[in-house]
């Protein structure tokens, strides 16, 4: 999927969370803030899952990824884990 955002998205600089490739799920296009890329939380902790527990996991996402704001071009974090 990111291949074809990228392509699709081209003229946009896009910010990538390192590592989540896997969880991008789409696109946010909001009328006054530049395009982002959305990642899905729960593919997220799936990623992280891959070397720690869930708890670890939550936690490491909740401070190190999605409360790290980065500019504006800081992706979205589709809360995802119902």
Known sequence: MI???MERY???DLLKADGFDEAIIGVCEDFNAPVRLVYSVKKCIKVLMKDMSYEEAREYFDFNVSGAY???KTPVWCQDEF
Do not use: P, T
């Open 70 to 72: 980065v500019g504006e």
């Open 3 to 5: 291949d074809e955002i």
């Open 10 to 12: 081209q003229d946009e």
